[in-house]
């Protein structure tokens, strides 16, 4: 997607009526107040937040809008207004009520705040693919006198591309830690809310494969490569935990089908990672609004759970 270096966020409203949508825009510094939204649409239905848009060089909080009209839309026909809320970091955002998308069809969310233009954003729900033929191994070893038990893990499974369409995928690795306390005969019991997840290494075996590294624990990749057939993916990892404190319940793999939004997106996180600190330059993001900025993407899940063996 292009790269356009502008002087005010006007003129990149002006190149949205322009081009697709679907762009990599920079933020300037110095911007005149504008809406950005984030939001996803799931099998749970959707959420969004909506807060006015600001630099990484800025320091301020971000002001969040709770006094915002949200609506979604299935091409021309209104289906609900989300109803705001708070999330599980206490933050406010905007949620449809008991109601699940269709796959591939997409949807238009609609912002409406005073003194602003109406933010519109379009996505879809891709259906999801799921994982065959998983396998998973571990072993555990600790040097003696050490309390710190290293996990080294090889995990592999396949998945079945659909055919005669463009497919996107983002793959996550997570292991759960709890801390613990002693029954009456010694056995470890895990303590509520006390959930935390493991710090993982992990690499694919076919570094030349379609899977690209996006964080510690997790990657992306399309079927450019593969359309329409059968892939193996394999990877080894490992990862630390000290047995005198923590326990560790399962082992998730989390395959999630992505529109292709959102896989732009996070690939343009990827970007930001490499440019410099020179605030001239803005933040490097995608953005697939009109009349805003921000992102509404579309994905399906589909989750491997696997216990360590010993």
Not at 3 to 27: G, Q, R
Not at 216 to 236: C, M, P, W
Request: with cysteine; glycine share 4%.
């Amino acid at each position: 997607m292009p790269t356009f270096n502008i002087k005010s966020l006007l003129i990149v409203t002006a190149f949205f009526s322009l081009f697709s949508c679907e762009e990599i825009v920079e933020l300037p510094f110095d911007i005149d107040p504008i809406i950005e939204i984030r939001s996803r649409l799931s099998e749970s239905g959707l959420d969004a937040q909506v807060f006015l848009a600001k630099s990484a060089t800025d320091n301020t909080p971000t002001q969040y809008i709770d006094n915002a009209t949200v609506k979604v839309f299935k091409k021309n026909s209104f289906l609900q207004q989300l109803t705001l809320e708070i999330d599980e970091n206490e933050l406010p955002c905007y949620k449809t009520n008991n109601w699940v998308p269709e796959y591939d069809v997409e949807y238009t969310l609609v912002v409406e705040v005073e003194n602003f233009k109406t933010v519109t954003a379009k996505t879809i729900v891709p259906k999801p693919v799921s994982i065959e033929e998983p396998f998973f191994e571990n072993t555990s070893s600790s040097d003696v006198g050490s309390e710190i038990t290293k996990v080294n893990f090889d995990v592999s499974f396949n998945i079945t591309d659909p055919a005669a369409t463009s497919n996107y995928y983002h793959l996550s690795f997570y292991q759960q830690l709890y801390s613990y306390v002693l029954d009456e005969q010694g056995n470890p019991v895990a303590q509520e809310n006390t959930l935390e997840y493991a710090k993982i290494d992990i690499k694919t075996l076919d570094e030349s494969g379609p899977a690209e590294k996006f964080r510690s624990n997790d990657y992306l990749f399309n079927d450019e490569r593969f359309n329409g057939q059968l892939l193996r993916l394999a990877f080894k990892g490992s990862f630390e935990y000290d047995k005198s404190k923590k326990m560790p319940g399962q082992f998730f793999v989390v395959l999630r089908t992505v529109s292709e939004d959102y896989y732009l997106s996070e690939k343009s996180k990827l970007i930001q990672t490499n440019i410099d600190d020179d605030p001239v330059k803005g933040d490097v993001f995608f953005n697939n609004t009109n009349n805003g900025v921000g992102t509404f993407t579309g994905f399906t899940t589909n989750t491997n759970i696997f216990k360590l063996q010993g």
